[in-house]
């Protein structure tokens, strides 16, 4: 079993930080793909970025994240990160962390596991 533990969202203003964790646990943590997808209220679930397992030498990213977040994974803590920068209000939504054997097609491929999630609010 996998277990993913989210944690880092807040309420902050237009363009303004955030860095979100993910705590891994159970099957070893560099052996997972590792994404973040979130879901703003009345919407469906939004691919937002992935990383792939072992380095972590892939990342994805959703055209509307692109050059405003940064992915990234720190296997010695079993821990994946989410740094969003310029944040706008509609960034504002509940943000899960994922992991899944083969996530190279994350707009398709339904993870495995999931956290319970992490609310980020952006002010206008």
């Known amino acids: 079993q996998v277990y993913l533990v989210e944690s880092g969202g807040g309420l902050v203003q237009t363009g303004a930080s955030l860095r979100l964790s993910c705590a891994h646990s159970g099957r070893p943590f560099a052996t997972y793909d590792m994404g973040w997808f979130r879901q703003a209220p009345g919407k469906g679930r939004e691919f937002v970025a992935a990383v792939s397992r072992w380095r972590g030498d892939t990342t994805y990213y959703a055209d509307a994240v692109k050059g405003r977040f940064t992915i990234s994974r720190d296997n010695a803590k079993s821990t994946l990160y989410l740094q969003l920068n310029n944040l706008k209000p509609e960034d504002t939504a509940i943000h899960y962390c994922?992991?899944?054997?083969?996530?190279?097609?994350?707009?398709?491929?339904?993870?495995?596991?999931w956290g319970q999630g992490t609310q980020v609010t952006v002010a206008s």
């Open positions: 994922a992991a899944d054997l083969d996530l190279r097609n994350p707009n398709t491929t339904d993870p495995t596991y």
